[in-house]
Protein backbone atom coordinates (compact mmCIF):
# COMPACT_ATOMS: atom_id res chain seq x y z
CA UNK A 1 0.00 0.00 0.00
CA UNK A 2 1.28 3.35 -0.94
CA UNK A 3 0.76 6.43 0.98
CA UNK A 4 0.81 9.96 0.22
CA UNK A 5 2.31 12.92 1.94
CA UNK A 6 -1.45 14.50 2.68
CA UNK A 7 -2.30 11.39 4.37
CA UNK A 8 1.24 11.28 6.43
CA UNK A 9 0.59 14.93 7.33
CA UNK A 10 -3.10 14.20 8.91
CA UNK A 11 -1.46 10.99 10.73
CA UNK A 12 1.00 13.34 12.16
CA UNK A 13 -1.55 16.24 13.37
CA UNK A 14 -3.32 13.50 14.79
CA UNK A 15 -0.58 11.81 16.80
CA UNK A 16 0.23 15.27 18.01
CA UNK A 17 -3.20 15.95 19.13
CA UNK A 18 -3.71 12.81 20.82
CA UNK A 19 -0.13 13.26 22.86
CA UNK A 20 -1.53 16.66 23.83
CA UNK A 21 -4.38 15.35 25.80
CA UNK A 22 -2.45 12.26 27.52
CA UNK A 23 -2.34 12.97 31.46
CA UNK A 24 0.44 11.43 33.52
CA UNK A 25 -1.93 8.73 35.51
CA UNK A 26 -2.76 6.83 32.21
CA UNK A 27 1.08 6.75 31.61
CA UNK A 28 1.26 3.08 30.13
CA UNK A 29 -1.58 3.29 28.21
CA UNK A 30 -0.45 6.88 26.88
CA UNK A 31 2.81 4.56 25.74
CA UNK A 32 1.05 1.45 24.36
CA UNK A 33 -1.00 4.22 22.52
CA UNK A 34 1.92 5.51 21.25
CA UNK A 35 3.63 2.27 20.26
CA UNK A 36 0.65 1.66 18.38
CA UNK A 37 0.71 4.71 16.28
CA UNK A 38 4.33 4.22 15.37
CA UNK A 39 3.83 0.78 14.56
CA UNK A 40 0.90 1.77 11.88
CA UNK A 41 3.45 4.96 10.54
CA UNK A 42 6.52 2.39 10.47
CA UNK A 43 3.97 0.23 8.84
CA UNK A 44 3.18 2.87 6.08
CA UNK A 45 6.65 4.02 5.98
CA UNK A 46 7.68 0.40 5.37
CA UNK A 47 4.95 -0.07 2.28
CA UNK A 48 6.19 2.71 1.08
CA UNK A 49 10.26 2.33 1.53
CA UNK A 50 9.54 -0.63 -0.03
CA UNK A 51 7.66 0.87 -2.96
CA UNK A 52 10.49 3.39 -3.05
CA UNK A 53 12.98 0.75 -3.63
CA UNK A 54 10.71 -0.99 -6.14
CA UNK A 55 10.29 2.33 -7.80
CA UNK A 56 14.50 2.94 -7.57
CA UNK A 57 15.02 -0.44 -8.88
CA UNK A 58 12.44 0.06 -12.17
CA UNK A 59 13.92 3.38 -12.83
CA UNK A 60 17.40 1.81 -12.71
CA UNK A 61 16.39 -0.91 -14.79
CA UNK A 62 14.56 1.40 -17.08
CA UNK A 63 17.48 3.73 -17.52
CA UNK A 64 20.00 0.51 -17.95
CA UNK A 65 17.64 -0.67 -20.55
CA UNK A 66 17.17 3.03 -21.89
CA UNK A 67 21.70 3.01 -21.86
CA UNK A 68 21.25 -0.38 -24.17
CA UNK A 69 18.78 0.92 -25.98
CA UNK A 70 21.17 3.63 -26.98
CA UNK A 71 24.17 1.80 -27.42
CA UNK A 72 22.06 -0.41 -29.80
CA UNK A 73 20.55 2.67 -31.35
CA UNK A 74 24.80 3.81 -31.59
CA UNK A 75 25.50 0.35 -33.06
CA UNK A 76 22.47 0.86 -35.97
CA UNK A 77 23.38 4.17 -36.57
CA UNK A 78 26.93 2.77 -37.58
CA UNK A 79 25.44 0.06 -39.23
CA UNK A 80 23.40 2.08 -41.02
CA UNK A 81 26.35 4.15 -42.16
CA UNK A 82 27.70 0.98 -43.30
CA UNK A 83 24.77 0.64 -45.38
CA UNK A 84 24.43 4.15 -46.67
CA UNK A 85 28.11 3.29 -47.29
CA UNK A 86 27.34 0.38 -49.80
CA UNK A 87 24.56 2.43 -50.50
CA UNK A 88 26.68 5.33 -52.36
CA UNK A 89 29.19 2.46 -53.75
CA UNK A 90 26.05 0.72 -54.99
CA UNK A 91 24.71 3.74 -56.36
CA UNK A 92 28.40 4.31 -57.91
CA UNK A 93 28.93 0.92 -59.77
CA UNK A 94 25.02 1.35 -61.37
CA UNK A 95 26.64 4.64 -63.23
CA UNK A 96 29.53 2.61 -64.20
CA UNK A 97 27.79 0.08 -65.41
CA UNK A 98 25.46 1.99 -67.35
CA UNK A 99 28.23 3.86 -68.84
CA UNK A 100 29.97 0.74 -69.34
CA UNK A 101 26.66 -0.80 -71.31
CA UNK A 102 25.78 1.71 -73.43
CA UNK A 103 29.48 1.56 -74.87
CA UNK A 104 28.99 -2.11 -74.75
CA UNK A 105 25.49 -1.68 -76.62
CA UNK A 106 27.51 0.49 -78.83
CA UNK A 107 30.21 -1.80 -79.86
CA UNK A 108 27.98 -4.27 -80.37
CA UNK A 109 25.50 -1.87 -82.87
CA UNK A 110 28.71 -0.98 -84.71
CA UNK A 111 29.61 -4.61 -84.79
CA UNK A 112 26.40 -5.39 -86.32
CA UNK A 113 26.98 -2.89 -89.03
CA UNK A 114 29.93 -4.07 -89.96
CA UNK A 115 28.41 -7.46 -89.95
CA UNK A 116 26.09 -6.18 -92.39
CA UNK A 117 28.56 -4.52 -94.73
CA UNK A 118 30.62 -8.02 -94.47
CA UNK A 119 27.86 -9.57 -95.65
CA UNK A 120 26.94 -7.61 -98.33
CA UNK A 121 30.94 -7.53 -99.70
CA UNK A 122 31.04 -11.43 -99.41
CA UNK A 123 27.46 -10.96 -100.98
CA UNK A 124 29.08 -9.37 -103.99
CA UNK A 125 32.54 -11.30 -104.43
CA UNK A 126 30.41 -13.99 -104.84
CA UNK A 127 28.40 -12.74 -107.34
CA UNK A 128 31.99 -11.82 -109.54
CA UNK A 129 33.40 -15.08 -108.64
CA UNK A 130 30.29 -16.24 -110.68
CA UNK A 131 30.90 -14.32 -113.51
CA UNK A 132 34.40 -14.88 -113.75
CA UNK A 133 33.37 -18.22 -114.04
CA UNK A 134 30.85 -17.78 -116.63
CA UNK A 135 33.18 -15.49 -118.47
CA UNK A 136 36.16 -18.10 -118.35
CA UNK A 137 33.85 -20.71 -119.69
CA UNK A 138 32.71 -18.50 -122.73
CA UNK A 139 36.12 -17.43 -123.34
CA UNK A 140 37.74 -20.87 -122.92
CA UNK A 141 37.09 -21.12 -127.02
CA UNK A 142 38.81 -18.09 -127.94
CA UNK A 143 42.20 -19.73 -126.72
CA UNK A 144 42.05 -22.87 -128.40
CA UNK A 145 41.18 -20.67 -131.94
CA UNK A 146 44.57 -18.51 -131.39
CA UNK A 147 46.54 -21.69 -130.67
CA UNK A 148 45.35 -23.40 -133.95
CA UNK A 149 46.02 -20.18 -136.00
CA UNK A 150 49.83 -20.53 -134.61
CA UNK A 151 49.70 -24.03 -135.88
CA UNK A 152 48.41 -22.85 -139.59
CA UNK A 153 51.02 -20.40 -139.50
CA UNK A 154 49.73 -17.49 -137.89
CA UNK A 155 51.84 -14.51 -136.48
CA UNK A 156 52.99 -15.68 -133.20
CA UNK A 157 52.52 -12.32 -131.72
CA UNK A 158 48.67 -12.76 -131.75
CA UNK A 159 48.76 -15.76 -130.26
CA UNK A 160 51.45 -13.92 -127.67
CA UNK A 161 49.40 -11.64 -126.94
CA UNK A 162 46.31 -13.50 -126.36
CA UNK A 163 48.13 -15.75 -123.80
CA UNK A 164 49.08 -12.71 -122.19
CA UNK A 165 45.36 -11.20 -121.91
CA UNK A 166 43.98 -14.48 -120.64
CA UNK A 167 47.23 -14.58 -117.96
CA UNK A 168 45.64 -10.71 -117.36
CA UNK A 169 42.24 -12.21 -116.69
CA UNK A 170 43.27 -15.08 -114.75
CA UNK A 171 45.45 -13.06 -112.11
CA UNK A 172 42.63 -10.94 -111.71
CA UNK A 173 39.97 -13.91 -111.18
CA UNK A 174 42.59 -15.22 -108.64
CA UNK A 175 42.38 -11.86 -107.08
CA UNK A 176 38.85 -12.47 -106.25
CA UNK A 177 38.56 -15.38 -105.25
CA UNK A 178 41.35 -14.44 -102.15
CA UNK A 179 39.42 -11.59 -101.60
CA UNK A 180 35.99 -13.34 -101.25
CA UNK A 181 37.62 -16.24 -98.85
CA UNK A 182 39.36 -13.35 -96.75
CA UNK A 183 35.76 -11.53 -96.49
CA UNK A 184 34.35 -14.73 -95.47
CA UNK A 185 37.23 -14.93 -93.21
CA UNK A 186 36.13 -11.29 -91.41
CA UNK A 187 32.80 -12.15 -92.03
CA UNK A 188 33.22 -15.10 -89.64
CA UNK A 189 35.58 -12.78 -87.12
CA UNK A 190 32.91 -10.38 -87.18
CA UNK A 191 30.06 -13.08 -86.17
CA UNK A 192 31.89 -14.30 -83.44
CA UNK A 193 32.46 -10.34 -82.10
CA UNK A 194 28.80 -9.81 -82.14
CA UNK A 195 27.62 -12.88 -80.41
CA UNK A 196 30.31 -12.27 -77.65
CA UNK A 197 29.42 -8.24 -77.46
CA UNK A 198 26.06 -9.45 -77.40
CA UNK A 199 26.62 -12.32 -74.18
CA UNK A 200 28.84 -9.40 -72.86
CA UNK A 201 26.05 -6.66 -72.82
CA UNK A 202 23.13 -9.62 -71.40
CA UNK A 203 25.88 -10.15 -68.36
CA UNK A 204 25.98 -6.19 -67.68
CA UNK A 205 22.64 -5.89 -67.98
CA UNK A 206 21.54 -8.96 -65.62
CA UNK A 207 24.50 -7.45 -63.48
CA UNK A 208 23.14 -3.43 -63.82
CA UNK A 209 19.46 -5.31 -62.70
CA UNK A 210 21.09 -7.11 -59.57
CA UNK A 211 22.67 -4.24 -58.17
CA UNK A 212 19.95 -1.83 -58.54
CA UNK A 213 17.55 -4.69 -56.79
CA UNK A 214 20.73 -4.54 -54.31
CA UNK A 215 20.42 -0.99 -53.73
CA UNK A 216 16.36 -1.23 -53.05
CA UNK A 217 17.50 -3.66 -50.23
CA UNK A 218 19.70 -1.69 -48.85
CA UNK A 219 17.30 1.28 -48.79
CA UNK A 220 14.59 -0.55 -47.16
CA UNK A 221 17.01 -1.74 -44.38
CA UNK A 222 18.41 1.29 -43.71
CA UNK A 223 14.87 2.89 -43.38
CA UNK A 224 13.83 0.22 -41.40
CA UNK A 225 16.59 -0.06 -38.63
CA UNK A 226 16.72 4.01 -38.28
CA UNK A 227 13.02 3.71 -37.58
CA UNK A 228 13.31 0.68 -34.91
CA UNK A 229 15.19 1.63 -33.34
CA UNK A 230 14.36 5.09 -33.03
CA UNK A 231 11.08 4.01 -31.89
CA UNK A 232 12.75 2.18 -29.57
CA UNK A 233 14.70 4.78 -27.69
CA UNK A 234 11.85 6.67 -27.08
CA UNK A 235 9.59 3.66 -26.06
CA UNK A 236 12.51 3.55 -23.06
CA UNK A 237 13.16 7.14 -22.77
CA UNK A 238 9.38 7.48 -21.87
CA UNK A 239 9.51 4.19 -19.29
CA UNK A 240 12.41 5.92 -17.44
CA UNK A 241 10.54 9.37 -17.52
CA UNK A 242 7.86 7.43 -15.66
CA UNK A 243 9.83 5.56 -13.31
CA UNK A 244 11.57 8.86 -12.73
CA UNK A 245 8.57 10.53 -11.62
CA UNK A 246 7.69 7.24 -9.71
CA UNK A 247 10.77 7.30 -7.48
CA UNK A 248 9.94 10.98 -7.01
CA UNK A 249 6.52 10.41 -5.87
CA UNK A 250 7.88 7.84 -3.46
CA UNK A 251 10.55 9.82 -2.29
CA UNK A 252 8.19 12.45 -1.40
CA UNK A 253 6.11 9.56 0.44
CA UNK A 254 9.06 8.31 2.54
CA UNK A 255 10.20 12.43 3.76
CA UNK A 256 6.60 12.43 5.18
CA UNK A 257 5.94 9.42 6.85
CA UNK A 258 9.88 9.51 8.10
CA UNK A 259 8.81 12.74 9.45
CA UNK A 260 5.37 11.51 11.56
CA UNK A 261 7.76 8.53 12.74
CA UNK A 262 10.69 10.46 13.61
CA UNK A 263 8.16 12.41 15.97
CA UNK A 264 6.56 9.24 17.58
CA UNK A 265 9.94 7.87 18.14
CA UNK A 266 10.81 11.14 20.09
CA UNK A 267 7.72 11.07 22.47
CA UNK A 268 7.93 7.40 22.81
CA UNK A 269 11.39 8.07 24.18
CA UNK A 270 10.55 10.53 26.60
CA UNK A 271 7.41 8.34 27.94
CA UNK A 272 9.92 5.21 27.81
CA UNK A 273 12.39 7.59 30.11
CA UNK A 274 9.01 8.38 32.37
CA UNK A 275 8.00 4.75 32.42
CA UNK A 276 11.78 4.09 33.89
CA UNK A 277 11.89 6.74 36.15
CA UNK A 278 8.60 5.34 37.41
CA UNK A 279 9.90 1.76 37.73
CA UNK A 280 12.73 3.02 39.95
CA UNK A 281 10.90 5.01 42.22
CA UNK A 282 8.81 1.89 42.73
CA UNK A 283 12.17 -0.05 43.25
CA UNK A 284 13.68 2.34 45.77
CA UNK A 285 10.80 2.05 47.26
CA UNK A 286 10.33 -1.50 47.64
CA UNK A 287 7.16 -2.10 45.02
CA UNK A 288 9.49 -3.71 41.98
CA UNK A 289 7.72 -6.07 39.56
CA UNK A 290 7.95 -8.38 36.63
CA UNK A 291 8.51 -7.16 33.11
CA UNK A 292 5.89 -5.69 30.38
CA UNK A 293 3.82 -2.87 31.81
CA UNK A 294 5.37 -0.86 34.18
CA UNK A 295 8.19 -3.37 36.14
CA UNK A 296 11.55 -3.83 35.89
CA UNK A 297 13.24 -6.93 35.94
CA UNK A 298 16.50 -7.83 34.96
CA UNK A 299 18.47 -10.57 32.29
CA UNK A 300 18.58 -11.25 28.70
CA UNK A 301 15.91 -12.15 26.40
CA UNK A 302 15.65 -15.82 25.37
CA UNK A 303 16.15 -16.93 21.70
CA UNK A 304 12.48 -16.84 20.12
CA UNK A 305 13.13 -20.19 18.22
CA UNK A 306 14.03 -23.23 19.65
CA UNK A 307 16.61 -24.06 16.82
CA UNK A 308 19.46 -21.33 16.54
CA UNK A 309 20.34 -20.81 13.22
CA UNK A 310 21.09 -17.11 12.68
CA UNK A 311 20.85 -16.82 8.77
CA UNK A 312 21.41 -13.17 8.61
CA UNK A 313 22.65 -10.86 11.33
CA UNK A 314 21.98 -7.06 12.70
CA UNK A 315 24.02 -4.28 10.36
CA UNK A 316 24.66 -2.67 7.08
CA UNK A 317 24.03 -5.34 4.12
CA UNK A 318 23.08 -5.88 0.37
CA UNK A 319 19.51 -6.35 0.14
CA UNK A 320 18.37 -9.94 -1.41
CA UNK A 321 15.45 -8.29 -2.96
CA UNK A 322 16.83 -4.47 -4.53
CA UNK A 323 20.25 -4.81 -4.36
CA UNK A 324 20.80 -2.05 -2.54
CA UNK A 325 23.16 -1.38 0.47
CA UNK A 326 20.98 -0.50 3.66
CA UNK A 327 20.86 -1.51 7.45
CA UNK A 328 19.59 -4.71 8.36
CA UNK A 329 17.49 -3.69 11.37
CA UNK A 330 17.04 -6.89 12.80
CA UNK A 331 18.60 -10.75 13.37
CA UNK A 332 17.24 -12.97 10.43
CA UNK A 333 16.62 -16.69 12.32
CA UNK A 334 16.15 -19.79 9.53
CA UNK A 335 13.55 -22.10 10.27
CA UNK A 336 11.03 -23.96 8.72
CA UNK A 337 7.49 -22.14 7.78
CA UNK A 338 5.03 -23.34 10.60
CA UNK A 339 7.68 -23.53 13.41
CA UNK A 340 6.59 -21.75 16.67
CA UNK A 341 7.34 -18.67 17.63
CA UNK A 342 8.28 -17.77 21.47
CA UNK A 343 8.18 -14.50 23.11
CA UNK A 344 11.67 -13.73 23.96
CA UNK A 345 10.37 -12.12 27.67
CA UNK A 346 7.37 -11.64 29.54
CA UNK A 347 5.41 -8.67 28.29
CA UNK A 348 2.13 -7.23 26.59
CA UNK A 349 1.32 -7.58 22.97
CA UNK A 350 1.03 -3.94 21.72
CA UNK A 351 -0.45 -4.92 18.17
CA UNK A 352 -0.34 -7.54 15.43
CA UNK A 353 -0.91 -6.67 12.03
CA UNK A 354 0.20 -7.17 8.23
CA UNK A 355 3.08 -4.72 6.30
CA UNK A 356 3.88 -5.32 3.15
CA UNK A 357 7.63 -5.47 3.83
CA UNK A 358 7.77 -6.94 7.44
CA UNK A 359 4.43 -9.40 6.36
CA UNK A 360 2.18 -10.32 9.27
CA UNK A 361 3.92 -9.37 12.44
CA UNK A 362 3.90 -8.85 16.38
CA UNK A 363 4.84 -5.91 18.84
CA UNK A 364 5.82 -7.12 22.37
CA UNK A 365 6.28 -4.38 25.25
CA UNK A 366 8.40 -6.20 27.96
CA UNK A 367 8.88 -3.46 30.03
CA UNK A 368 11.73 -2.43 31.66
CA UNK A 369 14.62 -4.68 31.39
CA UNK A 370 18.28 -4.13 32.89
CA UNK A 371 17.04 -0.42 33.24
CA UNK A 372 16.15 0.21 29.91
CA UNK A 373 12.04 -0.08 28.16
CA UNK A 374 12.47 -3.50 25.54
CA UNK A 375 9.96 -4.13 22.58
CA UNK A 376 10.43 -6.79 20.43
CA UNK A 377 9.07 -7.67 17.30
CA UNK A 378 8.33 -11.12 15.19
CA UNK A 379 7.98 -10.25 11.34
CA UNK A 380 7.37 -12.17 8.62
CA UNK A 381 5.31 -14.85 10.27
CA UNK A 382 2.46 -17.16 8.45
CA UNK A 383 -0.12 -16.90 11.31
CA UNK A 384 -0.75 -15.37 14.59
CA UNK A 385 -0.93 -17.25 18.00
CA UNK A 386 -2.27 -14.18 20.45
CA UNK A 387 -4.10 -11.25 20.49
CA UNK A 388 -3.76 -7.57 20.62
CA UNK A 389 -3.60 -6.65 24.75
CA UNK A 390 -3.30 -10.33 25.63
CA UNK A 391 -0.27 -10.72 28.34
CA UNK A 392 2.19 -13.51 27.63
CA UNK A 393 5.09 -14.93 29.15
CA UNK A 394 8.48 -15.43 28.48
CA UNK A 395 8.72 -19.03 25.93
CA UNK A 396 5.16 -18.56 25.25
CA UNK A 397 4.00 -19.23 21.54
CA UNK A 398 2.95 -15.97 19.74
CA UNK A 399 3.00 -17.22 16.53
CA UNK A 400 4.84 -19.00 13.93
CA UNK A 401 7.39 -18.55 11.28
CA UNK A 402 6.38 -17.89 7.54
CA UNK A 403 7.52 -16.14 4.27
CA UNK A 404 4.75 -12.71 3.95
CA UNK A 405 5.94 -9.58 3.00
CA UNK A 406 9.02 -8.63 1.52
CA UNK A 407 10.98 -11.88 2.04
CA UNK A 408 12.78 -14.33 -0.06
CA UNK A 409 12.07 -17.78 2.03
CA UNK A 410 10.99 -18.95 5.13
CA UNK A 411 12.25 -17.01 8.12
CA UNK A 412 11.98 -15.20 11.25
CA UNK A 413 13.41 -11.48 11.36
CA UNK A 414 13.70 -10.56 15.02
CA UNK A 415 14.06 -7.05 16.21
CA UNK A 416 14.80 -5.13 19.55
CA UNK A 417 13.95 -1.93 20.40
CA UNK A 418 15.70 -0.07 22.94
CA UNK A 419 14.12 2.33 24.76
CA UNK A 420 11.89 3.34 20.76
CA UNK A 421 14.89 2.93 19.11
CA UNK A 422 16.03 -0.35 17.25
CA UNK A 423 19.28 -1.85 18.20
CA UNK A 424 21.37 -5.17 17.95
CA UNK A 425 19.55 -8.30 19.19
CA UNK A 426 22.69 -10.22 19.40
CA UNK A 427 23.73 -8.05 22.27
CA UNK A 428 20.17 -8.91 24.37
CA UNK A 429 19.61 -12.58 23.90
CA UNK A 430 21.42 -15.34 25.22
Avoid at 217 to 240: F, I, R
Amino acid sequence: MRSTPRSALLAFTLTFALIATLAGPSLAESKDELERKKNATNSELSGAQQSYDESSKAAADAAAVLQASQAQLAEAQSALGSVRGQLVAAQALDAQMQVKLEQSEADLAQAESDLAAGEQDVEASTAEVVEFTVESLQDAGAGLRAFNELVSGADPTEFTEQVAINNTIADSQLSKLDTLDATRVLLDINEQKVQALRDQVQVERDAAAANLANITVLEQQAAAQEASVAQLVQANSTNKSAADAAVAADASDIAALEADRNALEAELQRLAAEELARANANANSGGGGGGGGGGSSTGKLSYPLSSVRITSPYGFRIHPITGKRRLHDGMDFGAGCGTPIKAAANGTIVSQYYNSGYGNRVILNNGVINGANIVTTYNHLSRFAVSPGQRVSRGQTIGYVGTTGSSTGCHLHFMVLVNGSHTNPANWIG
